[in-house]
């Protein structure tokens, strides 16, 4: 690897660990009740409301059309994640410190997976969410489903809901965007011209060695 | 219309000046027709579009309803009525638990007032929108209110007092809030002849402090004057802070026919209290701390309202403490008694007088330097009227009673015989212009109007008279209010608005000032209510003897409990009904069938405790009053009253219950998953 992709690859793990201080994602829902809105945070290892009391109000009016009630603590992905997290922080930061390209791959591949299944478990969760709902619920409309999206905007009924990466998100998207990049220059570097690879590549591995 | 409204109208010497001032009153009306063009464009003046806000919030004293009336402007709009000295049963004000205690007096519960003068608290001569204080008249209190919550907290009675008129008028830092009697009483109240009048009776003047951090009042010394009638007052600021002045008529003494035997002096007292001097004498010891029970009624930071009882005062008198007091003569039979912005101008509104005296503050100190005193009355200086008059203001119009000011060199003075508003010039008191009001105006408010800084955009009248203005509704009419345009050279008419309660006096300050500070809610976890049941988990229904009380929560769209069983005939059953919401704008109700007092509005994240006695066996349906949600209407539950000795035990549904089998399975579930 270049001394720049290694830089690169390690200031990448270090933006992670903003991910412990800023949210991931935001819900916020509008209604003609609520032109003030209501909305959730999601962090890496918890969900909190936009305004103090969000998270308790949401709760309560999802209980009329049946919604299982929002319980962070019984999330065990808010548990799991900041471990996760570390995880792949340490693992970028060891990929930086050897130096190398295949762990560099292994570890944008698995950053990449990562991502993409907690995307997926969130949809996941909207889903369950969304769809099991309280058969004795008060509201029941037929064929209504209450999943919100992942990103963009949905109408449920009174409510509109947007949901999109908050500010810990875009850390993270840019995080995973800047390995991607890095493994991708990598790549082409070694594989369009293999001798320029080893002679550009040779002195910086050597100190580290 | 207040009866003294009519007892002026039957006064023999009232009637002639009404009958000129229905010649004056004729001219005005000429004069103003062709003014009416000018409020063309009133309409867009006063428009304030759907939800868009008031520039101003205007408080005004509810009168004989007790209350205050909280209005936006310029629309008019009424946004609050907050309960003060009278019960309402709106919202179980005075009749919960929690709020009874703002009742009490050491005449007992006394559960109405006249509440006739509003008062912002005030910082350097400028209202600050912390508190608002008002008068109870009758029973005589004056009540603080939070301008956080725009609720009443505090309530201090005020012994050796009757008709407490000349009060709060609070000093320009808020370090005293006053209290003048406009009925002379025997002070301690004893046992005497009304034809004692003039030797038993005494005029109070309290001076109660207000603490700087927490706006407690309390009762920091009283000044035994002589037996006159004490009917307004306001504050020196400024050059004059440190100074009271307060306005007597009355000063013949007459203990009947006041009308005929207090309107024989051509000219009666502003009395001007130097408090500073008072501290001093206090300091000193010279005042007698005489027995006295009175009620302090304070809202508790659990949400519980508890009185103390004081048991004395310091009674300073003017003998004992020279330079305290000297009365500047003024005719007839003052009104209002007005300070200008600047400090230095003091206006009275002569009731029955020809002109407006204006008094100088400056004048008045040489005065009182120079020892230029006309006598003494009951060994109080009388100052030589024009050692301290700084002019008067000619052919006003009839019946001056109150000046407010603009802070452009202005004073409007309400008129009420000529039924107009007179604006002025302090410079040459000489009159700029006069605007009819309809009908016969009482107080005037300018927004900041007595303070240092007026807002100068809009007075307000304060009619007494509503006759013809809305369309009818019997005998019975709602008061009238009416806006003007203040901003140019001459006043237009922009809007008429009823209000409730005979309107006395009003303050308003900027709408950005108060509505940012605004609480939404009471913190939940914050609760400190002894019997709160802060989860649906605590509830309980606890018997103790023939009292039963139950811890019981409202959240949309269910009460928990909302099936008890196990009372009995003539139990005091207490319903503590706390609601859980911690969102904004979702107050439950709470009402049970007989219950013999109210219902009860709770503010989410509050408990509010409703007594009921069952009088007859049976089971009866109690519900949420504020339509709260989608499925409000669901939001009921019922209790079960059997006969006295009965042996139906106490018990009731709740969480634990129904996960001890014992209630039908899945009932709540639809609540379950809200409130878990």
């Known amino acids: ?209 | 219309m207040s009866p003294t409204t009519v007892f002026r109208f039957r006064r023999p010497a009232a009637l002639a000046l009404l009958m000129s001032g229905a010649v004056a009153a004729a001219g005005c009306a000429r004069s103003n027709a062709s003014r009416l063009g000018e409020t063309g464009d009133a309409a867009e003046r006063v428009y304030v579009a759907p939800g868009k806000y008031d520039e101003f919030y205007a408080f005004m004293s509810g009168g004989f309803d007790g209350q205050v009336g909280v209005y936006g402007l310029p629309s008019g709009r009424l946004l609050k009525h907050v309960p003060v000295f009278s019960q309402s049963a709106e919202n179980g004000w005075g009749y919960s638990e929690q709020t009874k205690a703002m009742m009490n007096t050491s005449y007992g519960f006394v559960p109405w007032d006249d509440a006739h003068h509003p008062q912002l608290s005030q910082t350097a001569g400028v209202p600050d929108g912390r508190w608002l204080f008002i008068n109870g008249n009758n029973t005589p209190r004056i009540a603080r209110l939070d301008l956080t919550l725009f609720e009443t907290e505090e309530i201090l009675e005020i012994p050796n007092s009757g008709g407490n008129h000349s009060s709060p008028f609070l000093t320009e830092n808020s370090e005293y809030v006053v209290a003048g009697g406009r009925f002379s009483v025997p002070a301690p109240q004893r046992d005497v002849s009304i034809d004692d009048y003039k030797e038993a009776f005494s005029g109070i003047l309290t001076f109660a402090t207000v603490d700087s951090a927490t706006g407690h009042m309390a009762i920091a010394f009283q000044i035994r004057m002589p037996a006159f009638d004490y009917d307004l007052s306001h504050a020196g600021k400024g050059p004059s802070h440190g100074w009271s002045f307060f306005t007597s008529y009355n000063s013949e003494e007459g203990n009947t026919k006041l009308e005929v035997n207090a309107s024989q002096k051509d000219k009666d007292y502003i009395a001007a209290i130097n408090w500073k001097r008072a501290e001093q004498c206090v300091a000193q010891g010279k005042a007698k701390t005489e027995p006295a029970r009175y009620a302090h009624n304070l809202m508790g930071e659990d949400g519980i309202a508890r009185t103390e009882w004081g048991t004395s005062t310091k009674v300073l008198a003017p003998a004992d403490c020279p330079g305290l007091v000297y009365f500047l003569p003024t005719p007839k039979s003052p009104h209002g008694v007005d300070v200008d912005p600047s400090g230095e101008f003091i206006v009275a509104g002569g009731k029955l007088a020809a002109i407006i005296p204006v008094h100088s503050f400056s004048k008045m100190l040489k005065a009182i330097a120079d020892k230029a005193f006309a006598g003494e009355d009951h060994g109080i200086p009388v100052l030589k009227y024009e050692a301290t008059i700084a002019g008067e203001v000619q052919n006003p119009g009839l019946g001056p009673l109150h000046t407010e000011f603009d802070g452009k060199g202005n004073a409007y003075t309400s008129m009420f015989l000529s039924s107009e508003i007179v604006k002025w010039s302090l410079k040459d008191f000489k009159v700029l212009d006069r605007a009819p009001t309809y009908y016969s105006i009482g107080h005037l408010m300018i927004p900041g109007g007595d303070s240092r800084k007026p807002w100068g955009k809009y007075a307000l009248a304060l009619n007494k008279i509503t006759k013809d203005r809305y369309l009818p509704t019997g005998p019975e009419l709602a008061q009238s209010a009416q806006l003007y345009d203040i901003s140019g050279d001459r006043m237009k008419l922009l809007l008429d608005f009823p209000t409730i309660g005979e309107p006395h006096y009003a303050q308003a300050l900027p709408a950005s000032i108060l509505k940012d500070r605004q609480v939404k809610m009471y913190p939940l976890a914050k609760n400190a209510d002894p019997y709160a049941a802060k989860n649906e988990k605590s509830t309980r229904v606890d018997r103790k003897g023939a009292v039963v009380h139950v811890s019981m929560t409202s959240v949309r769209s269910h009460f928990m409990p909302d099936k008890i069983e196990g009372i009995q005939v003539g139990d005091s059953v207490f319903f503590h009904v706390t609601n859980l919401e911690q969102d904004w704008d979702v107050p439950h109700g709470f009402a049970v069938l007989g219950a013999n007092n109210s219902e009860l509005l709770i503010m989410p994240g509050q408990t509010r405790t409703l007594v009921w006695v069952p009088s007859r066996v049976g089971v009866f349906p109690f519900y949420c009053t504020d339509f709260c949600s989608a499925l409000h209407q669901e939001m009921q539950g019922y209790i079960r009253v059997s006969a006295k000795g009965s042996a139906v035990a106490v018990k009731w549904n709740s969480p634990s219950y129904r996960e001890a089998g014992e209630h039908e399975a899945g009932e709540h579930g639809a609540a379950e998953h809200g409130t878990k």
């Open chain 1, 1 to 209: 690897m270049r001394h720049s992709s290694r830089i690169a690859v390690a200031v990448a793990a270090f933006l992670l660990l903003a991910v412990y201080f800023a949210p991931l994602w935001r819900i916020e829902l509008i209604a003609p009740q609520y032109p003030e809105g209501l909305g959730l945070r999601i962090w890496v290892n918890q969900i909190t409301g936009l305004k103090p009391n969000d998270l308790n109000s949401i709760n309560g009016l999802n209980h009329y059309i049946g919604m299982h009630a929002i319980e962070p603590d019984e999330i065990p992905e808010l548990q799991f994640m900041p471990k996760l997290l570390a995880v792949a922080i340490g693992a970028g930061l060891l990929v930086a410190l050897i130096g190398r390209r295949v762990p560099l791959y292994l570890w944008a591949a698995s950053f990449t997976a990562g991502a993409v299944a907690g995307l997926g478990d969130f949809w996941k969760w909207g889903y369950e969410y969304g769809h099991h709902l309280d058969p004795r619920a008060a509201i029941r409309v037929p064929g209504m489903s209450y999943q919100p999206p992942v990103i963009g905007t949905k109408q449920l009924l009174n409510f509109h809901a947007t949901s999109w990466p908050d500010i810990g998100g875009w850390i993270l998207i840019a995080s995973l965007a800047c390995v991607l990049v890095v493994a991708v220059l990598e790549w082409r570097r070694v594989h369009a011209s293999p001798a320029r690879g080893i002679a550009v590549g040779g002195p910086v591995a050597q100190p580290l060695a």
